[in-house]
């Protein structure tokens, strides 16, 4: 029987598209933005040049403002709604002449140049083709701190829940019941191809669409967007991974001289870091959270994101300490360890669904991030705690999409949930695999 790490090497050959890795066959048939960055980590490993040909083709999608959309449709498919034509951002004067869809996700291009640099044997050539990409990238830090901070605080917001990448997290539930949405027509694809009871709801895509066609109105505009979005969230993942992504095109901006866009970074940075701390740390909850900038109040949930900012090193090594609680015989692994880690949202929650999607499933990206954090704050028992149940759960399973978190349900289970095959399941496991850190 082959490896686990043939098998996952197995899963990025067969999802490979000319240039660029699809994340699931059928179910996500396009190139998506950070899906692509942690797929570029895995293929880093095992054949660094469609590590760099996966970077390249997501920057192809890049607006002339620096915004890079969340998905690039470089190929047709019929397996996946909604498509180009629902974005329709052709709309927007800033789109570029490959169709792309008109909202983001979280900017986790920076650090993974910086994971290329660290896997690479032949750091000459690799750093030649950072500095190629570099300023791309920058360009879209750039974006965000320019037209995503309205108030010059050093966070930025997220307009669509898609743009988190935590689809349906229970938090959103309280910015949907603050607006009413039209019944459109849904041409939904994904309930057809995988358990629909797994997926979010018709009634919460109802809003998901609303957004688009809202966006469509302004013709992308972020002013607009800015002034009138009924959703308007600084988000701890989002923000998160683009501090980290500062932190590394900081590192990589000094071997490569670039001494301005260097400087500009180290004043976001301050600023960002500052802000994160004293805006998105609940003292009550011990841990980072969510704030509606529409509607000005925080929203108090603990999910996986808010463990996300020990990777960016945001937190004080005392506040770390607090945190972990959570993990460690806290509400996200059970008093009597009966919980894998790290569910997507509070199993202690009312709110929390351990099959559905964001609303309490495990993730491997995110089981990555939190790892890394772990790890950088010196936590190594629980690091290599969340490490084995990561592993575990594709020994068992296979590359899920995400997991069942509940190790009693465990034992009534023969597979994963979601869609199979998946390419940042296998790319992280190769990581996690290979990566001596």
Not at 315 to 330: C, D, F, K, V, Y
Request: net charge negative; aromatic share 14%; hydrophobic share 35%.
């Amino acid at each position: 029987m082959p490896s686990l790490l043939e098998q996952a090497s197995k899963v990025l050959h067969n999802n490979w598209k000319e240039a660029f890795t699809i994340p699931c066959e059928g179910l996500y048939p396009f190139q998506w933005n950070w899906d692509s960055g942690f797929i570029a980590i895995g293929w880093a490993h095992i054949d660094m040049e469609r590590a760099k040909s996966e970077i390249r083709s997501l920057l192809k999608g890049q607006w002339k403002n620096g915004f890079l959309p969340h998905i690039v449709f470089h190929n047709e498919s019929k397996t996946y709604y909604p498509g180009p034509e629902v974005h329709a951002a052709h709309l927007s004067d800033q789109s570029p002449d490959v169709r792309t869809s008109g909202i983001t996700q979280p900017p986790v291009l920076g650090f993974v140049l910086e994971e290329l640099y660290r896997i690479s044997e032949d750091k000459e050539d690799i750093l030649s083709f950072i500095d190629s990409v570099y300023d791309a990238v920058y360009q879209n830090h750039h974006y965000f701190y320019t037209n995503r901070d309205p108030q010059n605080e050093g966070l930025v917001y997220i307009c669509h829940n898609w743009e988190a990448g935590t689809d349906n997290t229970p938090v959103w539930d309280f910015i949907w019941s603050t607006f009413e949405v039209p019944d459109y027509e849904l041409d939904r694809k994904d309930t057809k191809l995988i358990d629909a009871s797994h997926r979010p709801t018709n009634k919460e895509y109802q809003y998901y669409i609303h957004l688009i066609e809202l966006f469509k109105q302004w013709k992308y505009d972020d002013a607009k967007i800015a002034e009138g979005s009924p959703f308007l969230v600084q988000d701890p993942l989002f923000n998160s991974m683009l501090i980290k992504a500062n932190e590394s095109l900081i590192a990589l901006g000094k071997l490569l001289r670039k001494n301005n866009k260097v400087a500009q970074l180290e004043q976001w940075q301050e600023q960002a870091l500052q802000a994160m701390n004293s805006k998105l740390f609940d003292e009550n909850l011990q841990g980072y959270v969510y704030y509606d900038l529409r509607n000005e109040r925080k929203l108090s949930h603990l999910s996986s994101s808010s463990f996300t900012p020990l990777m960016a090193g945001i937190p004080s090594e005392e506040r770390a300490e607090t945190m972990i609680e959570h993990l460690h015989r806290g509400s996200f692994s059970g008093e009597n360890d009966e919980n894998f880690l790290c569910a997507s949202f509070d199993p202690s929650s009312e709110f929390f669904n351990s099959k559905k999607y964001w609303r309490g499933p495990v993730w491997i990206n995110l089981n990555w991030i939190i790892y890394r954090g772990l790890k950088r704050y010196g936590y190594e028992e629980l690091s290599e705690k969340i490490k084995e149940h990561t592993i575990h759960f594709m020994e068992t399973y296979g590359f899920y999409e995400y997991f069942e978190p509940s190790k009693e349900l465990n034992k009534t289970l023969d597979k994963g949930y979601g869609g199979n095959n998946f390419s940042w399941s296998a790319a992280l496991t190769i990581d996690l695999l290979t990566n001596k850190l």
